[in-house]
C-alpha cells in the first residue's frame, strides 16, 4: 500500500428511524465511515436528521455565545462519560435550558457595551472639559442668562463634524471645535435661541451628545471635573457589578453548561451525518465509504450497540473512482513528507501515490546540496531537542540531518573543513564540473521516472490516448530519449547517431500525430498550435533537466560559502575568530538551509509533480466525535 | 500602460454582456401574453436559466436575478485593473445594505429565523459581512453588538435611529447616506485619469437621490432644512452643496423646480409628485448611461452604466414575471413598468 492508497468499499447502511442517535454515536466513536450523499427518489425521500441539525445548530450558537460571554470552558470528558445518545427530545430540553440563559448574557454583553461606551465618552469629556476652560472664552458672560443667546457645547464624530457644520449654517449658528480626540470633535455651538424645533432633530441625526449647557459653566472647573469623576467611578463601578452578576450567573450555570456540552458534544455526529441521511417511514439509509480493514470493526459495533441494522457492501464502481476517498496510512517517519504532498493535492484513490518517492528523492538531493557532517550533526541534535515542538515534522528535520551527514562523509567536510577527514568520494569543489554532469544525469533519471509515473497514473484514469500519444505519455518520454541520445551521440561522437536520430523522429511524429488529433482548429491555424506545442515539449524538456544543475550548483555553493566563513574567521584572532565562525554556521545553516529546503521542494513540485500527479483526489474525512468549541470570534471583547 | 491596454478586456467584456440589454418595448409586448416570457427572449436577454427551470416563487426569481447580476458584476471585475476593482465592489455593497435592512426589519418585529433568511439575497462573492450569523443574533442588540465588529461607523448610525420606530425612516436614510459616503469614497481611490469620468456619472445617480431625497423630507415629511440638508449627499454633480444649501430652505414643489439647475428643471417640467420626479430622472440617467455605453471607449464608466443599466432591466423583468407569478393584470403590470416611462 505503500504507493496507493487503502482498497476501501462502499457501504450502505440500513438503519432504524429511531435508533439514528444511537447509530450516529457508535459511527462516529469508530471513526471509520466517510458519509457521503445519498440517492434521492424523484424528491419524495425526506431527510429524516433536518430538524435535529435545525436543533443541534440553534444549540451549538447559543452555547458558544453563553461561553464566549461567561468565559466557560467546558471540562474535557472521557468519551465513556458521554451520555449514550441524543435525540431530539433531549436537545430540545437543551435549547429550553440555554435560551433564558443567553438572555441574562445578552443583557449584560449590552449593559457593558453601553458602561464601556459611556465611561470612554465620560473620560474623553473629562479632558474635552479641562481644555474648553483653557478657552479664551467669557464664561460669566457666556453663562449669563441671555434671552437671545443658545449655546451648547458637546462632541460629534469627526466624520460627521463637515456637513453638520454646513447643516447649521443653514439656521446660522456658528460652530467652534475646541478638542478632538479619538474620532469625536468637542465643538461649542453658537447661535440665536428658540430654534429648538429645527437644531433639535439634527443634532440627534448627527449624533450630537451634549457636554454643557449654559447652566453647566457656572461651576468652576475644579468641581466640573469632579463631578465628571463621580459620575465615572459610577459606571466603573456599575461595570465590576455586572462582571460580578457575570462571575454569578457562571458559578449558577455551570453544571447545567457542563451538561449543555456533553449532550451537544454527544449530538453533533447526528447533526453532521444529517445531510446524508435519507429514507421513507422507519427504515433510514446512509452511504459512505468504508476501508476494507475496518469493515469487520464496523459490522462487530454496529451489532453490538444496535438492535436491527442490514448493510451492502461492494466495491467501487469504475464511475465512482474520482469520489472514493483516499486513505494513505504510513509509518512516522513518512508523514510529514506525506503533508508536504498533500500541500500540492490529494492523492486520487487509484492514483500513485508520490510519498514516498518524493521522501527518498528528497532526503537525497537535500544531503547532496547540503553535505557536511557538522551542519548534519546540527540538524539532527536540532530535531530532536524540538521534537515536540516540530511533531511528526521531526523526521523530516532529522533525515534531512542524516542525509547531510552521510554526504558529508562522501564530501569529507565537517563545518566546511575539508581537512579534517578523508573525503569517500571526493569535495565538490574539487571538479565541479563532474558534479554538474552529475546534476544533469539525475535530472535525466528524475524526469524520466516521473514520466512513466505520468504514463501509470493516465493509463489507470482511462486516459489511454493521452497516456500513448501525449506530451506526458510514451510518445513525450520516446521524444525525450531521443533528445537526450542526440545530445549524448553530439557530446561523445561530435554527430548524431543513427538510433538516437530514428527515437527522436518516432517520439516527434507520434506527438505530432497526438497534438493533430487533439486539436479542432482548422487549416494553418491547426499546423501552428501543433508546431507550438512540439516546440514547447522540446523546450520544456530543455528547461526541466538544465534546472537540476541547481543541484550541483547548491553543493559547491555550500562548500563555497563554508569556505568563506573559515577565510573570514582566520582574520580575526581570539573570541573574533570563535564568534565568526559559529555565526557563519549559524547563517549556513538557518539560510541557505532554508533555501536549499526551498529549492529542493521547487525541484519536486514542479519538474515532478506536475508531470504526473493530478491531485485531485477526495481527503477522507470519516464522521467522528467533535468537541463543542468555545473561541470568541476575532474582534469580539469578552466582559 | 495606455487606456486602450489596461481596459481592452474590459471593453470587450462589456460589449458582449451589452448585447443582453433589450429595449423595454420588447418585454411590453409579452404582458399580454398568459405564457410564461419565451426562452428566445430569455437566452438574448442572458437569462437562459430562468427558461430552463422557471422559479417557482417571487422570491426565487429575485435570487436567480440578483445571482446573475452578481456574476456579471464579478466578471466585469475580474477584467478591470485590480485598483479600479473597489468601485464595482462598493456599487453592489447596496445589495448588502438592503439585506441589513431586511434583517433590521425582521430583528424588529421578531420574525422567525426561517422567515428572515426568505428576505435575503445571496449576493454570492460581494458579501463583506456574516449575514448567516447576524441571523442568529438573538434581537436587535445583539445584532448591532455583531455589526460593529465588522462595521462600527454603520453600528453606531444605526444605533442612532434604531430607538424611535416612528422614524425609522431616517435609519434607512442614513444607512443610504453610508452607501453613497462609500461610492464616493472608492470613486476618490481610483486612479485621477478613470475619476474624473466615474465622478460625472455617479454625480448624475447622486443627483437624483438627492433631489427625490430633498422633496420627500421638505414636502412629504416636513423636514427642517438643516435637518434636510445634513441628509443629503453633498457629492452630486449639477446639484452641489450651495444648491443644495439653498433648495432646502425652499418649501414647495414649484419654488424649489425654479430654483434647480435648467437641465433639471427641464426634465420636472409638468411633474407634481415626488415618485413622477424620481421616474424623470431616473429617464434621464439611463439615457445618459446609454450614451455612455454607445460612445465611450476603454473606460471604466462604461463598465459603470453597463452595470446600471442591466439592473434596470433586470428590475423591469422581475416585475413582469413577479406579476404573472403572482397573477396580477396585464393592466396592473403595465402600469408598474410604464410608471418609469410615462411622459
Not at chain 1, 182 to 207: C, I, M, S, W, Y
Not at chain 2, 208 to 231: C, E, G, K, S
Not at chain 2, 311 to 339: C, M, N, T, V, Y
Request: charged share 25%; glycine share 8%; aromatic share 10%.
Amino acid at each position: 500500500m505503500m504507493f496507493g492508497a487503502l482498497p476501501m468499499q462502499h457501504v450502505t447502511l440500513y438503519l432504524l428511524k429511531d435508533e439514528l442517535p444511537r447509530a450516529a454515536v457508535v459511527l462516529a466513536k469508530l471513526g471509520v465511515i466517510a458519509p457521503e450523499e445519498g440517492d434521492t427518489d424523484n424528491g419524495e425521500t425526506v431527510r429524516p436528521g433536518a430538524d435535529f441539525q435545525r436543533s443541534f445548530t440553534y444549540a451549538s450558537q447559543l452555547f458558544r455565545k453563553i461561553a464566549v460571554s461567561l468565559e466557560f470552558n467546558p471540562v474535557e470528558v472521557m468519551q465513556e462519560s458521554l451520555p449514550q445518545q441524543v435525540d431530539q427530545q433531549r436537545l430540545d430540553e437543551i435549547l429550553d435550558c440555554l435560551q433564558p440563559i443567553w438572555q441574562q448574557c445578552n443583557r449584560l454583553e449590552e449593559q457593558v457595551r453601553r458602561l464601556r461606551e459611556e465611561i470612554r465618552h465620560l473620560s474623553h469629556q473629562q479632558q474635552a472639559v479641562a481644555r474648553f476652560f483653557n478657552l479664551r472664552l467669557d464664561l460669566e458672560k457666556l453663562s449669563a442668562d441671555h434671552s437671545f443667546l443658545d449655546m451648547r457645547v458637546g462632541s460629534v464624530d469627526t466624520s460627521e463634524l463637515q456637513r453638520l457644520k454646513e447643516s447649521l449654517e443653514l439656521v446660522n449658528f456658528k460652530v467652534i471645535e475646541f478638542d478632538r480626540q479619538e474620532g469625536r470633535a468637542h465643538l461649542v455651538l453658537l447661535g440665536l435661541k428658540g430654534l429648538d424645533a429645527q437644531l433639535n432633530p439634527l443634532l440627534t441625526a448627527a449624533g450630537f451628545k451634549i457636554l454643557l449647557v449654559p447652566q453647566g459653566l457656572k461651576g468652576y472647573p475644579d468641581e466640573l471635573h469632579a463631578g465628571l469623576a463621580k459620575e465615572l467611578a459610577g459606571l466603573r463601578e456599575e461595570l465590576e457589578r455586572v462582571d460580578g452578576e457575570r462571575s454569578w450567573l457562571l458559578e449558577k450555570y455551570r453544571d447545567d453548561l457542563e451538561e449543555a456540552a456533553r449532550v451537544l458534544e454527544t449530538a453533533s455526529p447526528f447533526a453532521e451525518l444529517a445531510d446524508y441521511l435519507v429514507g421513507h417511514g422507519e427504515i433510514v439509509t446512509l452511504q459512505g465509504w468504508v476501508p476494507e480493514v475496518e469493515l469487520a470493526a464496523l459490522a462487530e459495533s454496529m451489532r453490538e450497540e444496535l438492535t436491527a441494522f442490514f448493510w451492502e457492501v461492494r466495491k467501487p464502481l469504475p464511475e465512482e473512482i474520482g469520489r472514493v476517498p483516499s486513505v494513505q496510512r504510513y509509518p512516522a517517519f513518512l508523514r510529514p513528507f506525506s503533508t508536504l504532498v498533500r500541500n500540492f493535492g490529494t492523492p486520487r484513490y487509484d492514483e500513485f501515490d508520490p510519498t514516498l518517492l518524493f521522501a527518498l528523492t528528497f532526503i537525497l538531493m537535500f544531503g547532496s546540496m547540503f553535505g557536511d557532517i557538522g551542519h548534519g550533526a546540527v540538524l539532527l541534535v536540532a530535531g530532536w531537542l524540538f521534537r515536540r515542538k516540530l511533531g511528526d515534522f521531526t523526521w523530516f528535520i532529522m533525515l534531512g540531518g542524516l542525509s547531510s551527514v552521510v554526504f558529508g562523509v562522501h564530501y569529507g567536510s565537517i563545518f566546511g573543513h575539508e581537512e579534517v577527514i578523508e573525503p569517500l568520494w571526493m569535495s565538490p569543489m574539487e571538479d565541479p564540473v563532474m558534479l554538474l554532469v552529475l546534476a544533469v544525469y539525475w535530472g535525466i533519471g528524475f524526469i524520466a521516472l516521473a514520466n512513466l509515473l505520468s504514463i501509470l497514473n493516465l493509463w489507470r484514469l482511462g486516459l489511454r490516448r493521452e497516456a500513448i500519444l501525449g506530451q506526458r505519455g510514451l510518445a513525450g518520454l520516446v521524444f525525450y530519449a531521443g533528445l537526450i541520445l542526440l545530445v549524448i551521440g553530439f557530446q561523445r561522437d561530435g554527430a548524431a547517431g543513427l538510433l538516437s536520430l530514428v527515437i527522436l523522429t518516432l517520439g516527434g511524429s507520434t506527438l505530432i500525430a497526438g497534438a493533430w488529433q487533439e486539436t479542432t482548429a482548422r487549416g494553418g491555424e491547426r499546423v501552428l498550435i501543433v508546431m507550438i506545442e512540439v516546440v514547447e515539449t522540446l523546450i520544456g524538456y530543455f528547461s526541466n533537466t538544465l534546472s537540476f544543475l541547481r543541484v550541483a550548483a547548491f553543493s559547491l555553493n555550500h562548500a563555497a560559502l563554508a569556505f568563506a566563513v573559515i577565510t573570514v574567521a582566520q582574520m580575526m584572532d581570539g573570541v573574533g575568530h570563535w564568534l565568526a565562525l559559529v555565526l557563519g554556521n549559524l547563517v549556513i545553516i538557518v539560510l541557505e538551509g532554508g533555501i536549499v529546503l526551498i529549492q529542493v521542494l521547487r525541484l519536486e513540485y514542479y519538474e515532478g509533480f506536475v508531470r504526473f500527479f493530478r491531485g485531485d483526489g477526495r481527503a477522507y474525512r470519516p464522521l467522528r466525535m467533535k468537541q463543542t468549541g468555545t473561541q470568541r470570534p476575532a474582534g469580539q471583547e469578552s466582559i | 500602460m495606455s487606456d486602450l491596454a489596461r481596459f481592452a478586456f474590459l471593453n470587450a467584456r462589456v460589449s458582449l454582456y451589452a448585447a443582453r440589454l433589450q429595449p423595454l418595448d420588447s418585454l411590453l409586448s409579452y404582458i399580454d401574453s398568459a405564457h410564461e416570457l419565451p426562452a428566445d427572449y430569455l437566452e438574448s436577454a442572458g437569462l437562459p436559466g430562468l427558461a430552463d427551470q422557471p422559479p417557482a416563487s417571487a422570491s426565487e426569481l429575485e435570487q436567480h436575478l440578483i445571482s446573475h447580476l452578481s456574476m456579471e458584476a464579478e466578471g466585469l471585475m475580474h477584467a478591470m485593473p485590480p485598483e479600479t476593482r473597489g468601485l464595482i465592489a462598493q456599487w453592489m455593497r447596496r445589495f448588502e445594505l438592503m439585506n441589513l435592512k431586511s434583517l433590521i426589519r425582521c430583528k424588529l418585529t421578531n420574525c422567525s429565523l426561517e422567515r428572515s433568511r426568505e428576505y435575503l439575497l445571496d449576493i454570492g462573492h460581494f458579501a463583506r459581512l456574516p449575514l448567516d450569523e447576524f441571523l442568529h443574533s438573538e434581537d436587535i442588540v445583539e445584532f448591532l453588538r455583531m455589526l460593529a465588529v465588522h462595521d462600527a461607523s454603520l453600528a453606531r448610525k444605526i444605533r442612532l435611529h434604531i430607538e424611535d420606530p416612528e422614524q425609522l425612516f431616517l435609519l434607512e436614510a442614513a444607512m443610504d447616506y453610508h452607501f453613497y459616503e462609500g461610492l464616493v469614497a472608492a470613486c476618490k481611490q481610483l486612479p485621477s485619469r478613470e475619476q474624473e469620468g466615474a465622478r460625472r456619472f455617479l454625480g448624475r445617480i447622486i443627483d437624483q437621490v438627492n433631489l427625490v431625497w430633498l422633496l420627500r423630507y421638505r414636502i412629504a415629511y416636513d423636514l427642517h432644512p438643516p435637518h434636510t440638508f445634513f441628509m443629503l449627499v453633498r457629492t452630486g454633480l449639477r446639484l452641489d452643496r450651495s444648491r443644495l444649501a439653498h433648495l432646502a430652505r425652499l418649501d414647495d414643489f414649484e419654488t424649489m423646480r425654479a430654483a434647480l439647475p435648467a437641465e433639471h428643471c427641464d426634465c420636472l417640467e409638468g411633474v407634481d409628485s415626488v415618485t413622477e420626479a424620481e421616474m424623470r430622472m431616473l429617464q434621464n440617467n439611463l439615457a445618459y448611461a446609454r450614451k455612455l455605453l454607445r460612445h465611450e471607449q476603454f473606460h471604466l464608466v462604461r463598465a459603470l452604466a453597463y452595470l446600471y443599466l442591466r439592473e434596470r432591466q433586470l428590475l423591469e423583468l422581475h416585475q413582469l414575471l413577479k406579476g404573472k407569478l403572482l397573477g396580477f393584470s396585464p393592466e396592473l403590470i403595465r402600469e408598474a413598468l410604464l410608471g418609469g416611462v410615462a411622459a
